[in-house]
């Protein structure tokens, strides 16, 4: 984002709209999916829909969670890499197919290669997790969140 202005803190003006979207966040948790997968996703999508802030959360939660510097430079090009796992790749395809719905929806062979490393409630969860950050990524554009505030660890909390 070019204006480095915030516009609002959604989560002040409106907290029960904040609870509601963070509940989701609450249920992806929950899922059981691997933190370091669910990170993976969400640095991916929210490079996909150009969220800095987003972006700048989740590489600071994935280098503190123990992932490389190596993997964390390579999501903006997965594909071109060796350093993935199949899991892991199939998640970033997936990601991108429900990121960029609009441009081609989502392929047979896309689903396929999902259901090839996720069960059909792991893939539900997966979706899930994906819907929650590109709403993140949404609300965080919108109303220009300050890129540079989050504390690694804190999950939005230190956000100014």
Known sequence: MSDERSRADYARVDPDAYRVHS?????????????????????RASYLNGCAYCVDMHTKDARLAGESEQRLYAVPVWRETPFFTPRERAALAWTDALTLIADEGVSDSTYAAAREEFDERALVALTMAIVAINGWNR??????????????????????
């Open 23 to 43: 509940a989701l966040e609450g249920y992806v948790r929950g899922t059981g999916l691997e933190h370091t997968l669910l990170e993976l996703v969400r640095i």
């Open 139 to 160: 609300l965080s554009i919108a109303f220009g969140t300050p890129v540079g505030s989050y504390v690694a660890g804190s999950k939005g909390a230190a956000r100014t």
